[in-house]
């Protein structure tokens, strides 16, 4: 037994040696290979993972969560030697099936000695590891966190962001108007002014501790005054701890519960389908802090996580007010008798909209166990959702099976199981109705050239669930069966391919959709990378749905619509100081045989920073021309930390941001962002009380960060 142990020893060294060898070797062959700013990172991803989302809602999001841990990570790297799998999750790039093998790699050989050695880890292609090493370490194991208060206080660190932005453009609902008209009908303006103001303050502790405090007042929101006479109209606070003996999280305040795929239980914001077409599993983070500025979409109360050995128990409980368009209201008590929907947009501007505000009450609580053992995960989530308002809605033919009524009941059973190389997830869900649900999913990495994903899903269309964000086509996850299938594929060393075809099928009827239907969604995208200066790609997509046609028409009947998107894009590092890139996007919609419209964009960007200056500019001029408002595009623009703008660009004009960032000493950061659109030939931009009498729009951000 001796023997056998001291051999396992003496081969373990030589392993370690001969990797040491190898490393001092490369280091000097391969350095150029791994340059300190690789021209892809995981901004990158996170653009399109925001793009995609902003193609399929109207509403203005707030998409803080997505990058605020990509920021921790950039000013505190992760220390991959100590790294768990769900830290290693955070960085988004990495699959279960590359985060097993860089474990095992760890766990076999030790600790890692430089960056380098991660080219020997199954899985880690060169391209991946330029994308995580701005967010990475390699040093030997953390020491063990003392959370003393001594060091809580002395070691954490502190973040206060304040930013103001406005249009200045005069629009309808702050113009004069008289006093009698005004009386007449006081939603014709609103009654705040025209600024939007929010505040951030946050608290760290090497991630084990934290708490802050959110404020937000949006444009036309009354501030300090009125109806708003405690100052901004949405606030959200939230104090955390994590791995603390047992306590795996502990969130009191707002917070986030996740599960699974998604289908029983989600929070916050979900992702769908990008032109990373491997990037299609969601990984839950269970209980976590929300700091975000929309008024949805979270919960407000207490959750914790327990872990004890390979078991994992979380518990949530929350109460929270939320706005809702009121049906019918008792003329004698003024309580809501029903109400038939739940708005989301948060704005409270008009006596209208203020009369919606807080006229739900929900409370919800329940409870998920997880259990883990090697590569196996099963978890199981049941909760229960009460109203204090029943919903009832007026019933159409589409919306007869959503639901109505002042309680719920939804119950999911999730799974993940990883037999290299071969990663098996999916979740199977209920609803208190005995609707159900399943997705199922497979992901695999055959070669770090080739890697493969699928997922089938089957949502009846009895599926009840307000908390559902799983894969989908639909807004709900409900009246859907689909499969997807995804291929990521390194044709030679600087050519890559992506590409998935989506195959869907709506079984009853939807909105704007007045019988059974179905479609298919393909994109194909090659990725060329010269040099680790330049990457170039051309995108090409297609998505055929069905809809009800439009025109005067008496009885609505379907009709087939086709969306082709081709874009090509190219990113060029020019120098230390500056990088470039340019995008040109053209769009065809087709509806029946009588619609056939087109569109295009084309933009530059420029960033530029002096090597010697505390000063970061980065700009844009675009040029677009859409026939309607169905042909828009939308591309993501660099915008101040924790604001983002992602317009859609439609009918014709031009646009221009200039954002300039200075660094006034380490611990200050100042931010100013102006941008302006042109439309051609337009008189008034806009309507109802955001219209505006001028053919331009333009918007300034000021924004200030103390971190100490």
Request: hydrophobic share 35%; proline share 3%.
């Amino acid at each position: 037994m001796r023997t056998s142990h001291t051999i396992f020893l003496i081969k373990n060294q030589l392993i370690q040696l001969n990797i040491c060898i190898l490393i001092l070797f490369l280091t000097t062959t391969v350095a150029a290979q791994i340059p300190e700013k690789p021209i892809q990172s995981n901004e990158n991803i996170v653009e399109e993972k925001i793009e995609n989302i902003a193609e399929n809602t109207d509403a203005e999001l707030d998409y803080t969560e997505l990058v605020e841990l990509l920021s921790y990570y950039k000013e505190n790297p992760m220390n991959i030697n100590s790294a768990n799998a769900d830290e290693l999750k955070k960085l988004i790039l990495l699959n279960d099936i590359q985060i097993n093998n860089l474990l095992n790699y760890i766990a076999n050989t030790g600790q890692l000695i430089s960056v380098y050695e991660l080219q020997f880890v199954n899985g880690f292609s060169t391209t991946l590891i330029f994308k995580i090493l701005p967010y990475i370490k390699i040093e030997k194991l953390d020491k063990k966190i003392n959370l003393s208060f001594k060091n809580i206080f002395q070691y954490g660190r502190h973040r206060l962001l304040t930013r103001y932005q406005i249009t200045p453009e005069e629009q309808k609902g702050y113009s004069e108007i008289s006093d009698s008209l005004l009386n007449e009908n006081p939603n014709q303006r609103y009654l705040g002014n025209r600024a939007k103001i929010f505040t951030r303050y946050a608290f760290n502790y090497r991630d084990a501790v934290k708490f802050g405090i959110t404020a937000d007042k949006d444009p036309g929101e009354e501030f300090f005054k009125g109806t708003q006479a405690n100052g901004f109209d949405f606030y959200s606070a939230y104090v955390a701890v994590k791995n603390i003996g047992i306590v795996k999280s502990l969130v009191i305040g707002d917070f986030q519960a996740q599960f699974g795929q998604g289908l029983c239980l989600w929070t916050g914001l979900g992702m769908g389908k990008s032109s990373n077409a491997i990037d299609v599993k969601k990984y839950a983070q269970s209980i976590k802090p929300y700091a975000s500025a929309n008024e949805s979409g979270f919960l407000r109360g207490i959750g914790t996580t327990i872990g004890l050995k390979n078991i994992e128990f979380s518990m949530f409980y929350s109460y929270k007010n939320a706005d809702a368009n009121v049906g019918e209201m008792d003329s004698l008590t003024q309580e809501n008798l029903y109400i038939t929907s739940v708005q989301e947009t948060g704005y409270h501007r008009t006596p209208n909209e203020l009369a919606d505000k807080n006229s739900l009450k929900e409370t919800l609580f329940g409870s998920n166990v997880t259990y883990k053992r090697n590569n196996f995960k099963i978890g199981a989530t049941a909760y229960r959702t009460i109203f204090n308002t029943a919903f009832i809605k007026d019933v159409q033919l589409y919306n007869q099976f959503e639901f109505q009524g002042k309680e719920n009941t939804n119950y999911g059973l999730n799974y993940n199981y990883l037999v290299y190389p071969f990663n098996f997830f999916g979740e199977f869900a209920a609803s208190q109705n005995g609707g159900l649900a399943y997705l199922g999913g497979l992901q695999t990495n055959l070669d770090p050239r080739f890697s493969f994903s699928m997922i089938y899903r089957n949502y009846q269309k009895e599926y009840q669930n307000l908390k559902s964000i799983a894969f989908g086509e639909n807004s709900r996850n409900a009246n859907e069966t689909g499969i997807f299938t995804g291929i990521d594929i390194g044709l030679a060393p600087k050519w890559t391919v992506t590409a998935y075809v989506d195959f869907f099928s709506f079984p009853w009827l939807k909105y704007r959709t007045d019988a059974p239907s179905n479609g298919e969604e393909y994109l194909i995208k090659l990725n060329y990378e010269p040099s680790r200066k330049v990457e170039i790609y051309l995108q090409y997509r297609n998505k055929n749905k069905v809809i009800n046609a439009s025109g005067p028409l008496i009885i609505k009947y379907p009709d087939n619509t086709k969306k082709q998107n081709l874009r090509f894009n190219i990113s060029y590092i020019v120098s230390d100081e500056i990088s470039l890139k340019n995008r040109i996007e053209f769009i065809n919609y087709q509806l029946g045989n009588n619609y056939n419209h087109n569109g295009f964009l084309i933009y530059q960007d420029i960033s530029y920073k002096p090597e010697n200056l505390a000063v970061r500019l980065s700009a844009r001029y675009a040029l677009f021309d859409t026939d309607t408002y169905e042909e828009r595009l939308y591309a993501y623009e660099s915008d101040v930390l924790y604001a983002f703008s992602i317009p859609a660009y439609y009918y014709k004009g031009s646009r221009f941001y200039l954002m300039a960032k200075y660094d006034v000493n380490k611990n200050i950061d100042l931010w100013l962002r102006y941008a302006v659109s042109f439309y051609s030939g337009k008189n008034i931009i806009g309507s109802g009380l955001d219209e505006i009498q001028g053919s331009s729009k333009s918007e300034i951000k000021v924004q200030l960060m103390i971190h100490f």
